[in-house]
């Protein structure tokens, strides 16, 4: 047996023989150190299908056999550190209250689709028979025009909280390739928006993925994705775009059904920006203060411990992120490696793009100082990971890079 599977049973013998006491508990802890979790990878994609969304939210313990367990997040132990993505909708609780079965989420979905067959009906209900599980339902539709993969997800969040934004807020194209984003804010207060962009945002010549998502002022998530091809991954292109059309995606995630679903779901408590990590406003704001003398930032954004500025000298974007993140003291750093009199560990490293964008190059400066406290900043020839350089290096010298990784400032921030 490969080692793969030999560690796959291994895994899935240890969670058949794991019985805690406090399995609510648990799980909520679960769904909230998976949330931050996914702020911290924010690898530059858009990626999983919709009914992957749930379990995405538990750090990537996909959930059921409702999908095929892969990912295109990268962990947050890389050589970068500073990466962004669009991550899937996180759930600050269990949905207490919400009774659905998962023929009821399949039929729903049928119901709102356009007319065609389907085939692979999966689901997840919720409620007393399914005390852990968040409602999904996905289906493969033929309309005629190619078979391809739709679904959606049930979630909860608090809808004034940061993480929840991120997920109505188009992103910067500095960090997720796409074709077209529209937000809007709808006359009941909901926030509502669509993505048209695609599962491997450094291919486009491959699978499309559009996604619509519907927060409402009470705090539900209702997450739709749809491709196409048959499956999100793995599956041979079979139609130009997507079957529902930019207005039947929306149609689709404001239905009243779905409001209906989760009527009994509890309202999320307000969501607490982690207390040991430096705000989006501050991170945003510190960064663009370090840039040298001669740039114009294009671009910014950023998330606590999180942010990444789009600069110009007049020979081309390049794209700085940094990330600050306590408790990392035990992080192995990559490149060439050495230590300050103060204890501070820094490695320098100098590497190709891993997005594929053409003649992109990677300058990082990784810092892990005693207290446990690590920074990191990256700059690239590009202003977009995904797209082809736009100038022979960093508007950043490497030494500009460990000046701006070393500030103090990094240790005072709130």
């Not at 939210?57 to 962990?75: C, E, P, Q, R």
């Not at 309309?143 to 934004?165: F, M, N």
């Not at 997720?176 to 709808?186: G, H, K, P, R």
């Not at 509502?192 to 491959?206: K, V």
Request: charged fraction near 20%; aromatic fraction near 4%; include cysteine.
């Amino acid at each position: 047996m490969p080692f793969e599977d030999q560690l796959g049973e291994a895994m899935r013998r240890t969670g058949d023989s794991f019985d805690p006491q406090d399995r609510r508990a648990l799980l909520d802890r679960g769904l909230r150190s998976g949330r931050r979790r996914l702020a911290r990878r924010r690898a530059a994609t858009v990626t999983g299908s919709v009914v992957a969304l749930a379990a995405v939210g538990l750090g990537g313990a996909w959930a059921g056999g409702l999908t095929d367990g892969t990912s295109g997040s990268s962990g947050s132990g890389s050589a970068s550190g500073a990466t962004a993505s669009v991550a899937a909708p996180p759930k600050e609780s269990v949905p207490d209250g919400v009774v659905v079965t998962s023929d009821q989420m399949i039929k729903n979905l049928k119901s709102l689709l356009p007319a065609g067959k389907t085939s692979q009906e999966m689901g997840q209900g919720a409620g007393p028979g399914d005390k852990f599980a968040m409602p999904t339902a996905s289906v493969v539709l033929d309309d005629g025009k190619g078979a391809a993969a739709v679904g959606i997800a049930l979630s909860t969040a608090d809808p004034a909280g940061q993480s929840a934004a991120q997920f109505v807020t188009c992103p910067s194209k500095a960090l997720v390739d796409y074709d077209q984003c529209t937000a809007e804010v709808l006359p009941d207060g909901s926030k509502y928006m669509l993505l048209q962009g695609y599962e491997y945002p450094d291919r486009r010549e491959e699978t499309k993925n559009w996604r619509a998502t519907l927060l409402t002022p009470k705090g539900v998530l209702v997450d739709a994705s749809e491709y196409n091809a048959p499956a999100e991954k793995g599956a041979k292109i079979s139609r130009v775009n997507p079957p529902l059309t930019g207005a039947q995606m929306k149609a689709l995630v404001t239905a009243d059904v779905w409001q209906k679903v989760m009527a009994g779901a509890k309202v999320p408590s307000r969501e607490k920006e982690p207390g040991n990590e430096p705000s989006s406003a501050a991170m945003q704001r510190e960064l663009t203060a370090s840039m040298p003398k001669g740039l114009t930032v294009e671009d910014k954004g950023g998330q606590s411990g999180y942010a990444f500025v789009v600069v110009n000298d007049g020979k081309g974007k390049s794209l700085v992120q940094i990330n600050v993140q306590p408790g990392m003291g035990d992080m192995p750093l990559q490149g060439t490696v050495w230590t300050l009199p103060d204890g501070t560990r820094v490695a320098a490293d100098q590497r190709p793009g891993e997005k594929g964008g053409a003649g992109v190059v990677w300058w990082t400066v990784d810092t892990v100082r005693s207290t446990g406290l690590r920074v990191v900043v990256s700059a690239f020839n590009t202003g977009n990971q995904n797209s082809p350089s736009t100038r022979e290096a960093p508007a950043l010298t490497m030494a500009q890079l460990k000046a701006i990784a070393l500030d103090k400032k990094w240790t005072m921030l709130r």
